[in-house]
């Protein structure tokens, strides 16, 4: 039997990349200010800040592709054994992320993410890796998401969640924190990698 194709967000998902990532703005537009331990969407943290949308993205777009960066970011805890149980089972696994795509240097984000993954030991267990070539582009992933006939979806930002399940997609919402308990009957929210396994074979009827 043909396996539903499956989607992954990156960061926050697979990469544990949020505290590197708000350090750094943290340090850039308000130093001494912390975000704690809120989990904010980024919309939230422009307000928070009080800056504009576009240069915080061109920041952390930066931020990125600084030398050294990924061998700061961790792997989420689990996400390596449950992408590879999943694609074991014949789950075909897709990543789309709001990187951005257009940022080139002599090796551009789409490589350093990829070598990041491959590093970490998901090489053989990714279909594919897309990266936003607009990152103003809110609407990527959702598009990219029905324009390859991804059924399932694991998001960790509710709003992205949400704009999933609107657009017929089935989503795994990630959730560490165990704060949130339903969004909807289309979104089974999950604080764990094992938990995020056990509602997609839930979701695909394994």
């Known amino acids: 039997m043909e396996r539903l194709k499956i989607g992954l967000d990156l960061d926050g998902v697979i990469a544990n990349s949020a505290s590197v990532i708000l350090n750094a703005i943290c340090a850039k537009f308000r ?7 809120r989990r904010l969407g980024l919309d939230e943290r422009v307000s928070d800040l009080g800056v504009k ?3 915080l993205l061109e920041y952390v777009a ?9 061998e700061k970011i961790k792997v989420v805890d689990g996400s390596l054994e449950g992408i590879g149980a999943l694609s ?23 490589y350093l993410s990829y070598n990041w993954l491959c590093e970490k030991g998901f090489r053989n267990y990714i279909t594919n890796l897309t990266l936003n070539p607009d990152h103003q582009d809110r609407d990527f992933k959702v598009r ?22 609107e657009a017929g ?19 089974i929210v999950a604080n764990s990698w094992p938990k995020i396994v056990s509602a997609i074979e839930k979701f695909s009827g394994v």
């Open 88 to 110: 074991q089972k014949g789950f075909p696994i897709y990543i789309l992320s709001h990187r951005p795509e257009t940022v080139k240097s002599p090796k551009d984000l789409l």
């Open 169 to 187: 997609i089935k989503v795994v919402f990630f959730d560490p924190s165990g704060e949130r308990l339903s969004l909807s009957k289309d979104i």
């Open 62 to 70: 930066e931020l990125q592709l600084e030398e050294g960066y990924h």
């Open 144 to 165: 990219g998401a029905v324009e390859k006939d991804i059924k399932i979806y694991v998001e960790d930002e509710e709003g992205e969640a949400v704009r999933f399940a």
């Open 53 to 55: 949308r576009a240069e």
């Open 31 to 37: 130093p001494g200010y912390s975000f704690a331990e």
